[in-house]
């Protein structure tokens, strides 16, 4: 192998589904590449923590929110099938054809637009008009250090100085307490870094560039 091994590759290495070629190209590979070995140690360690930890009870109120959610569903196919029996007798009559078209069109846009805005209210997520071009003010950008390191706030989150530019190998989410507690025990580190900042950090770990998600703060600095 002439590159370094991707973390989908070394996940499907640890979880022991490759074929046996690819596994034996693959430890070759790992053989004589340090930083891939490291790479490789690291995730050995993360799920090792992993299975360490308990398991999250889901919150009560899923089930409530699945069963409307099923409801939900089921009434727009009811509603199809309303639309799908009117179009059989109206399409028996050729001369309102042309409108016909026309106003299932229109109807088809507005539904589409109604039902994207719904799925980004559910979801929590604002729906967002660009203001015009020169009318936004870009913030500067802040800089903390924590434990040492220093950080600096950008639009994706908190970034260690270094890491531009890196693709992080794993993903840490500190949002539950019983998961913070868990990875704080194993690294000391994050346990100032979650008083200190919040949202998504970007930060160095066991030589490997790791996300960590933390819980959002009550208050802004």
Request: proline share 7%; glycine share 8%.
């Amino acid at each position: 192998m002439t590159q370094h091994s991707t973390v989908e590759q070394l996940s499907i290495y640890l979880d022991d589904r490759l074929h046996e070629p690819e596994r034996r190209r693959l430890e070759g590979h790992l053989a004589e590449c340090e930083e891939c070995r490291r790479r490789l140690a690291g995730m050995r360690r993360v799920v090792q923590g992993l299975e360490r930890l308990d398991r999250t009870a889901p919150p009560p109120q899923l089930a409530h929110q699945v069963e409307q959610r099923i409801l939900l569903e089921g009434g727009r196919q009811g509603l199809l099938e309303r639309v799908e029996r009117r179009l059989d007798v109206m399409m028996a009559q050729p001369s309102i054809l042309p409108i016909f078209a026309l106003v299932i069109a229109l109807a088809a846009i507005v539904y589409l637009f109604a039902y994207g805005l719904e799925r980004h209210q559910q979801r929590g997520v604002p729906v967002i008009f660009e203001p015009p071009a020169g009318s936004v003010r870009q913030e500067p950008a802040q800089s903390r250090e924590v434990g040492g390191r220093e950080f600096t706030r950008r639009e994706g989150g908190w970034q260690e100085s270094g890491s531009a530019g890196t693709n992080p190998a794993l993903v840490l989410d500190l949002t539950t307490p019983d998961a913070a507690a868990g990875w704080i025990e194993r690294y000391p580190e994050l346990g100032q870094l979650s008083r200190e900042l919040d949202g998504r950090v970007v930060l160095r770990l066991d030589e490997e560039w790791v996300e960590v998600i933390l819980p959002a703060r009550d208050s802004p600095d």
